[in-house]
């Protein structure tokens, strides 16, 4: 767990803990200590506690302009046991939607369980994003079964070309774009 670290090809671009608009804004990362762990397992020190149990990030850009952001995911999303949907939405979705962000495009390949509850947060994240977008992108088969099982996927763009889309060779606008237009298409807009 310890050797997954979040993607760091674009800090030459971004780095939320130096975004004043970020809610991440003067977060500390330690370089070599490593701090917190996920089921007595050290994670990381790179990815950011948001204050759940076994959910952490790394927004790894942010574009106020074209108002979109790309946040990677790590460790099991629990919404039955720690309310992992609520945190993620108090703590950061709500601030960036403050700052005109509302096209979001998770990365979830580090995502490693899913655990549904009610959908409350994603109905309130959905209808503060009228123009806007939550792309699910490389999602584990499990998860991608879990969120449909629950219908939580109907307040997500996954699957299909969203399942296996290589990000990393892409810039972050690239990225955006393509995925933009994947959304318009899914969304008739």
């Known amino acids: 767990m310890q050797d997954i670290e979040p993607y760091y090809n674009w800090r030459h671009l971004y780095i939320a803990s130096e975004d004043d608009r970020s809610p991440l804004y003067g977060y500390f990362n330690s370089e070599v200590y490593y701090t917190d762990v996920m089921y007595d397992f050290v994670i990381h020190p790179q990815w950011d506690n948001i ?16 108002g979109f952001a790309i946040i990677e995911l790590f460790g099991e999303w629990n919404d039955v046991l720690h309310n992992d949907i609520m945190t993620l939405k108090r703590e950061i979705i709500d601030m960036m939607l403050d700052q005109g962000i509302d096209k ?25 994003v009228p123009d806007g977008w939550i792309a699910f992108l490389n999602a584990r088969e499990h998860v991608a079964r879990e969120l449909a099982d629950y219908h939580i996927d ?10 296996d889309i290589a990000w990393r060779t892409k810039s972050p606008l690239k990225l955006y774009r393509e995925i933009k237009s994947l959304a318009e298409k899914r969304l008739g807009m």
């Open 51 to 66: 204050g759940c149990e076994t959910l952490f990030i790394k927004i790894l850009y942010a574009d106020y302009e074209e």
């Open 104 to 128: 979001y495009i998770l990365i979830a390949e580090n995502v490693l369980n899913f655990h549904a509850d009610i959908t409350d947060y994603y109905d309130e994240w959905l209808e503060e």
């Open 154 to 163: 109907q307040y997500l763009l996954l699957g299909g070309k969203m399942s």
